[in-house]
């Protein structure tokens, strides 16, 4: 059915405006019957952050900004999914147009500027789904107007404990003018130090939810070292590398579209946040585990940013060229791939090849 769906429906949702589509494809999902789940090869389980996922292929923050399909998402075979960035308070983003297709380059540029539905509305719909299984993390932003931006990432964690399987503290997006200066030593310390206390006083009612950190692809490893001593300091429970970047490589072919603001992900993506999940892992030792995005297309792919040391998967970008095939095709290909070599799961893989990748030379950019 997937396979059917992907034949019509690509070819049908390019003749739109990037941004019509995707809120054609929500709608979709939205307006979806309920299908039975293919159970999963029980070798693809992992197990990260006190969570158990029955695949490592999870849905990236963005395209569910507010939590109005992920159900039907899960259905379609996604391990997990995150939603947001959500906002204290609503937010209409940046003025359009602000998503662009690069269809030669296989990438997408946006400046979205966290539009979301709020708080209020996304905790009533994760609310509403409560008793249903299925991990879905929440992924917390500050408002573009606020005057405290880290208390925005503390009330949100307050409020959406109850609900969330995870928290992922988005400090990445370059869409959201100085969000970025949040991952600078001393702001990075005080917002971990403040999003883990907020957690810890819920802890009681809420249960125990996983603080993961979300960074970009754009940090010099100087910076990359103070980060991961802080996330390792403050006792996260994870890291997510990474978030668009704002380089332009040099391979584009898609030139007048480059040339727009914004986050550029997909394809073009894929060295940089490899090299980016590579390094990072060496720099964790193993302190918590990590979730690789960035141009992830195939199972192959997937395969090597898992060798570079990613426990899990995420994906958003690659869907609008692939189709949702993709999933299936990425576990068809990490199942064989484990049955070929003799292994009984993917964690005995995650990071083999971390050493060797920090030692090539840097991706051009």
């Known amino acids: 059915m997937i396979r059917a769906f992907d034949t019509f429906s690509l070819p049908l949702l390019r003749w739109f405006d990037p941004e019509d ?13 309920p299908v039975r789940k293919r159970p999963d090869d029980p070798k693809l389980a992992v197990r990260a952050f006190g969570l158990n996922f029955p695949n490592p292929i999870g849905l990236a923050a963005g395209f569910d900004k507010s939590a109005e399909a992920p159900d039907a998402l899960l259905r379609l075979g996604f391990g997990f999914v995150e ?30 500027g966290f539009n979301n539905d709020g708080a209020e509305a996304v905790l009533r719909r994760l609310a509403a789904r409560a008793s249903r299984s299925g991990i879905v993390g929440v992924n917390v932003g500050a408002n573009k107007d606020s005057s405290d931006r880290v208390a925005d990432y503390v009330r949100l964690i307050e409020t959406f404990a109850p609900v969330a399987s995870y928290f992922t503290v988005n400090v990445s997006s370059p869409n959201t003018p100085g969000l970025r200066n949040l991952q600078q030593s001393a702001a990075l310390d005080d917002l971990l130090a403040r999003a883990i206390d907020a957690r810890e006083r819920v802890r009681a009612s809420a249960g ?7 960074i970009a692809p754009d940090l010099s490893l100087g910076e990359l070292d103070d980060v991961v001593h802080i996330a390792r300091s403050r006792r996260v429970d994870g890291m997510i590398v990474a978030n668009t970047t704002l380089a332009r490589p040099q391979t584009l072919r898609e030139t007048n579209r480059a040339r727009e603001q914004g986050g550029l992900s997909g394809r073009p993506l894929f060295r940089l946040s490899t090299r980016m999940v590579a390094e990072t892992y060496v720099r964790a030792e193993g302190a918590f585990p990590l979730i690789g995005v960035g141009g992830i297309d195939s199972g192959g792919a997937a395969l090597t940013k898992i060798r570079a040391g990613a426990n899990l998967i995420q994906l958003y970008s690659s869907l609008i060229y692939k189709g949702l ?3 299936e095709d990425i576990k068809n290909d990490l199942a064989s791939t484990l049955l070929r070599t003799g292994r009984d799961s993917l964690s005995e893989i995650v990071g083999a090849d971390a050493a060797t990748i920090t030692a090539e030379e840097w991706p051009v950019r």
């Open 21 to 33: 589509a995707h809120r054609m494809a929500i709608q979709g999902l939205r307006l979806l019957p």
């Open 325 to 327: 095939g993709l999933i």
């Open 208 to 214: 125990d939810t996983p603080v993961l950190l979300k």
């Open 83 to 112: 939603i947001g960035t959500v906002t204290p308070k609503p937010q209409a983003g940046n003025p359009r147009p602000r998503l662009f297709r690069l269809d030669r380059d296989e990438a997408v540029i946006n400046r979205m």
